[in-house]
Structure formats: C-alpha cells, structure tokens
C-alpha cells in the first residue's frame, strides 16, 4: 500500500493510479453554477484506508466536490466514482457512505430514535451496525426527547454517531468537529483513527488544521476548483520544508500567488 | 418503499407540529360556529364554502412552502442516503399533502358530527364541500413544492408561493369582472368558460355551486358552467380540471426536484 502511496503526485496522469481501487476517485470533473465555474478539472484519488483532508480556502470548491460526491449535484463533465461504482450509475453507491453534514438540522418534531431509525429504515434491514458513538456521547438519555429541545452540542454528536451507525466504508465528514467540546471532539478523532484502521476510508474537511497534523493521512488541497496539491501528510511535509500542516498549506498558497 | 418511510417519518413529525393542530382547531371552530349561529344545515355549508375556497389555499401553499424550506437541510441529509430522488420526492408529497388534507376533513367534517341538523339533509353538499377541500390542498400543497424548489432565497419562494394564493382568490376575480365589463357587447361563455378552467379556486367554486343547484344565483362563471355543460358533466369536468391542476405543478416540481443541485 506505502508504495502506491508515493506514486501519487499533483503531476500524475490520473489514469496511472487505478490500483489498488479507490475509495474516490475524480477525473477531470467540472461543475458550473450559472457562470461561475467552482470545479475546472479536479483528478483526484481518496486511497483506501486513510483519513483523507480535504482543504482549501473559502470557495475553493470543498463543499461543490461533496455535493457532488453525495450525489446532491450533479457534475458537468468529468468522471466520479465511489468504490469503484461510478456516481451517476444510481442512488446505491451510497449504501457505502456515511454522512456528516456540517450542521444537523432534523426535523424538529421527531425524537433522536426516530431520526435514526427512518435512516435504518432507508437503508433496509441487513446492514451492519455500529452503535459504539451512542454509547460513549451519552446519547441515550437524549434520544427520546424532540431534537428542537436538544443543544447545539448534543445534536452534532447525534450527527456524527448517526454517520458511523452502518459501518460505511466511506466516511464523508464535513467539518466534523465544528460545534463539539474539547471531549466529545476528542472522542470523535479516537473514533475516526480507529474506524480507519479496521479498514474505512475517511473523507473530511476542517478548518482547525492543528487538529488535522495528527488525524490526516493525506492531504488534498483545492485552489480555485482544481487540486493544487494531493498526497500524504508527510510528503506534503516534504516538499514544503514546513513541519506543521498550517505552515505548509501557507506556503502552498504563496507558491501560488507570488 | 422509500416513499413509505419518509411518508411516515412526515406524518410523525407533522402530528407533533403546533401549527397542524392550530389548524384543526381554527377550521373546528370555525365550522362549529357557522352551525350553530349560521342557520341550518345548507346555508352553513353555503358559508363554510368561502373558508375553504380562500382558507385552505392560503394555508396549505403557505405552511407547505415554509415547511420545505425549513427541511431543505434534513432533504439534503435524506438525499445522501441511497435513496432515489423519485421515490423521495413522492414520499415527500404524500407526507405534506396527506396531513394537511386530514387536518382539513377533520376540522371541517367533525362539527357536522355533534351539530348534523335534523330538519334538512346536508349529505351531498358537506361531501363535495371536503372534496373541494382536499383537491384544494392537493392543488397548492404542489405549487408550494414549486415554489420552494424554484426559488432558492426562502422569501422569495414564500413571496411566489403569497402571489400565487392571490392571483387565484382575489385577481382573478377582479380579472374576470374586468373581462365581462370591458367586452359585455360580446358573447363571453365560451371565453368565460376557458378564463375559469385555468383557476383551481374558481374550479373549487364551481363545483360547490353546481352542487347546491344554486349556480345560477351564485355569480357568472357558475351560471355559465351549469347552461354549458349541465350539473353533471359540469361537475366531472371541473374536478378533471382540478385534477390536471394538482398534476402539472407536480410534474413540473418532480422534474425540477429530479434534475435540482442542491
């Protein structure tokens, strides 16, 4: 695996990173709103296994490249796959996703047992399931109550154990930290570091890159809608003679404003 | 299946809603009311006819519109999930729709429950009466799914859904009287005639007014209606124009809905 690692680079053509198979794969995809282009041509390969940052500025892209990867756009041109299944082959490529989207907003009538058990329900009864983050938030106490009565703060741990409720194998999590305290935030990593080693691949954004040193494998960088940068952390390190992620993305964008 | 699931997930969190049950309430009172103080059964229903006609648009295009924007983000989250859009749209509907039109049956039918009049018969018209209604709520619970999905800004799709429930129940009026003061040399029915099928809420008048043999009395487009084509066929072709008018907002919103980036 180290060494197919090393042979993705910003200058490889897409086409020589087909194996082993990819959690995501994107090839010269492009998105359009009206006369905005947000995505001109985005290759990128999110490896198996590895918790994979996706950064960059605001409008950079980050939140178009999720939607489209969620299904909620659909792309202009290019190619997306998820697993291997191409996106726009239908809805069940994302039996293997599970989504944290920034902000839960549930239906503010229904209990936190209902919101989980109509996502149970669309997704049929032979799923695995993973209960472990209802368990260590504490949320069994919370689960009967109508989520407009819960805080901001249990509502995202709600959001995020409902994410890794059906063992997915791709994780989507779209600034997941954002609006937990420091322990329920640590609790979240633990679980996404152990998730990636039995095996998932994790997709996520965030602003705080300090947290990310520790949890990132890899790195995407996105600058106006295409990939300025992919590859692991540490090659990331490397190249830009930066110890700390923060650093590096900086010189990244200087590099490219000069 | 899909469908099944979120209808059901809509119902429960709709039963819980404040505003469903001030709904209820405000249509039960009101019907109450008009039975006991309205004088007998017919002429009650005569009055009730205007609530729902002005009452039930408004609330059912309006609710629905903010509704769907309030669950535009638990749509994205159900998006996500593999559902398709199709079988999610239609549960969506189904969820809105079957509600408000309960609501509606319940609040207005009730009362004619504990108040049913001994003397004179209020069968039919009470039926076509909850009909009208429910095709009503059917009509504008779709225009409010167009609304929504058309406009992204929230007071926007609120201001069409607003205009929409205005051009049916007031201008168009206006515009119809406009029409027959304006050109009242010419024959008007067949233009009359046409100027009324394109309206769910003069389609919803003309079918109560039909029902109560009273069409002649109660204003131009009804009499026109009855000498053109009869109580019966009268009625048929008005609830097909309502039907039509239910299903080409739908279509248009499923399409929308089917190609839309969120």
Known sequence: M??????????????????????VAAEGLTKRFGRLEVLRGVDLAVRPGRVTALLGPNAAGKSTFLKLLLGL?????GSLTVCGTPVAAGPEYRMRIGYMPQQARFPENLTGREVVRLLRDLRGDEVPEDDELFGTFDLAREMDKPVRTLSGGTRQKLNAATAFMFRPSLLVLDEPTAGLDPIASGVLKEKIARTRDEGASVLLTSHV??????????VIFLLDGTVEFQGSLRRLREATAEPRLERAIARLMQRRRP | MTSAKVLRYELQDLRRSRWMLGYALLLL???????????????????????VLVFVPLVSV?????????????IELLLAQPVGRGSLFAGLYAGLAAPLSLTFLLGVGSPFLWNAPADTPVGAPLMMLLAA?????????ALAFLA???????AKGLGAAILAWLAATVLYDALIVLVATVSSDYPLELPLLGLTLLNPVDLGRVLLLLQFDT???????????????GSVLGIAVASGALALWCAAPLALARRRFGRKDF
Do not use: Q
């Open chain 2, 62 to 74: 309006v609710f629905g519109t903010m509704y769907l924007y309030g669950a535009r983000d638990f």
């Open chain 2, 133 to 141: 209604g429910v095709l009503l709520t059917l009509v504008f619970t």
């Open chain 1, 73 to 77: 756009a659909r792309p202009d041109g």
């Open chain 2, 148 to 154: 929504s999905l058309v406009f992204e800004d929230r």
């Open chain 1, 2 to 23: 180290n060494s197919a690692v090393r042979s993705i680079s910003p200058g490889d053509a897409p086409g020589t990173l087909a194996l082993p198979r990819m959690a």
């Open chain 2, 29 to 51: 009172l009101l019907t109450d009311a008009l039975l006991r103080f309205g004088g007998g059964g017919p002429r009650a229903v005569l009055s009730l006819m205007n609530v």
């Open chain 2, 215 to 229: 069409a002649a009395l109660m204003g131009y487009t009804g009499a026109v209606f009855e000498r053109f084509f």
């Open chain 1, 209 to 218: 890159l300090s947290e990310l040193d520790e949890l990132a494998d890899d």
